[in-house]
């Protein structure tokens, strides 16, 4: 399988500090987004297997192995490009002159041209990093079991040593108001699976948003057939949201591992900035460590 992977990547110091992208910490920034490109690397390259007896290195998991192309788009000269520690064949730049809250619709127009050339698209923040193996196999799994229509979001989730609990899954469910045009959860009937004999449960999100997408031939090529294909639509959130999120919903319904097997398919996300503030999680949310209500 031949993926096409593009990267939304922009960074100016100074800005609104619920972004990352316009933090101070240009270095976290510029090694959120190598661990980006080199995960996807990691996750879909053909690795080898040292093979002693012939002193050669033999291929791995093959199976699950893919050729991989990663096109980062930044606009201008506000990027971080320079500062990865990365070599040039690892990704290839798309620049634009775009607005930069607006970069992300250059990321569909790439993924478009990429139509008929390759077999899977993947749309991705700048610090959306991939951990899972078999993460490509379970989407291909997901379409052809419960249909093209369908489109499996991961969850997403931080890593911190510093908070009461390490790993939380960030995108919590949001108002009915922010996807009720587009999807009704009550015509989603959750779908039953199971895998090394366990059960796995797959749920119409209330929060459909994981700051990714991820495509097959197919979607990618119905999705573009809209007539509301790149109309650069900006209300759902906001426009960093709406790129990653708005297209995709308007076209298919969206599904998330629930949160009894959340871990199924899963992305990191390389901010700690919902996990790391304690006042949020501790103090405003009164965060506790238990089964909801």
């Known amino acids: 399988m031949k993926i096409l992977a593009t ?8 800005g609104e500090k619920q972004y990352g992208s316009l933090g101070g910490n240009a270095r976290a920034r510029a090694d959120a987004l190598g661990r980006t490109i080199m995960a996807l690397h990691e996750v879909a390259a053909t690795p080898g297997m040292l093979h002693p007896p012939d002193l050669k290195v033999i291929p791995a998991n093959e199976p699950t192995c893919h050729k991989l192309d990663v096109v980062v788009c930044t606009t201008g000269a506000d990027h971080l490009l320079d500062s990865l520690d990365l070599p040039d064949r690892l990704y290839r730049q798309h620049a634009t002159e775009a607005e930069p809250k607006l970069l992300g619709f250059e990321c569909h127009d790439v993924l478009r041209d990429g139509l008929g ?3 899977f698209f993947c ?4 610090d959306i990093v991939i951990r899972d193996p078999w993460f490509f196999a379970k989407h291909l799994w997901f379409a052809t079991w419960a249909g093209p229509d369908r489109v499996l979001q991961p969850n997403r989730y931080e890593l911190s040593a510093k908070a009461r609990v390490h790993k939380v899954y960030i995108d919590g469910d949001i108002a009915v108001k922010h ?5 009704s959860l009550t015509d989603m009937p959750d779908l039953m699976s199971r895998a090394m004999n366990l059960p796995l449960r797959f749920r119409g999100s209330p929060n459909p948003h994981a700051g990714c997408f991820f495509l097959n ?3 990618m090529r119905k999705w573009t057939d809209q007539d509301y294909f790149l109309d650069r639509d900006i209300s759902f959130m906001g426009p960093l949201e709406s790129a990653a999120t708005l297209g995709v919903l308007r076209c298919f319904d969206l599904f998330k591992p629930a949160p009894e097997c959340a871990h199924f398919l899963e ?3 390389a901010d700690n900035r919902y996990l790391d503030n304690r006042l949020q999680i501790d103090r405003r949310l009164r ?4 089964a909801p209500k």
């Open 7 to 14: 990267i939304c990547h922009y960074y100016k110091a100074g």
């Open 123 to 126: 749309y991705q923040e700048d």
């Open 287 to 290: 965060f506790k460590v238990g």
């Open 217 to 219: 031939g197919g979607q």
């Open 179 to 183: 996807t009720r045009k587009h999807q």
């Open 267 to 269: 992305v990191l996300h």
């Open 117 to 119: 050339k390759y077999d």
